[in-house]
């Protein structure tokens, strides 16, 4: 047993553990190679979530690219299901996606109920859900990128 001796010491020790359970390769499908993530890569995104107010979560990965929509299904509901989260704790949140899974995305949406999380109907209050899409391409350039800055601003 090892004596953890601060908050800080016990939150990183729990998500060091964590992050080692959701990299197994429970399929032996060879992605050890790429499950090598940086030191505390879990913990620094997570600090960064509970910290920051406005938080862009980026989904849709465009991979059935015979089938319309085109997107795999478990990106967009577990981006949901953050957004979610980060909503009840105030945070504001943009969802981005494709082009080609703007559709798929606002569905999800419109049947989570998240909008509700976002909007108290108070007067004046904020709608804290935005969604967006970018041009489906294998990199961001710099209109993109300044784009992404605006948002996150």
Not at 25 to 39: F, I, M, N, S, V
Not at 59 to 64: Q, V
Not at 101 to 112: D, F, R
Request: aromatic fraction near 4%.
């Amino acid at each position: 047993s090892v004596m953890l001796s601060s908050p800080h010491e016990v939150s990183l020790a729990t998500v060091r553990l964590i992050e080692q359970r959701v990299q197994r390769d429970e399929g032996k499908r060879g992605l050890d190679a790429l499950l090598q993530p940086a030191a505390n890569e879990l913990y620094n995104a997570a600090r960064a979530l509970v910290t920051k107010n406005n938080i862009a979560i980026i989904t849709g990965f465009p991979c059935l690219v015979d089938l319309s929509p085109p997107t795999e299904t478990d990106g967009p509901l577990g981006a949901i299901a953050i957004a979610d989260l980060l909503l009840k704790l105030g945070k504001t949140v943009h969802i981005l996606t494709d082009e080609c899974n703007e559709e798929p995305i606002l569905a999800c949406v419109a049947q989570s109920g998240i909008w509700s999380s976002s909007d108290p109907h108070e007067p004046g209050h904020p709608n804290r859900l935005s969604l967006g899409s970018f041009p489906a391409r294998t990199e961001f350039d710099e209109k993109d990128a300044e784009r992404l800055s605006d948002i996150l601003e």
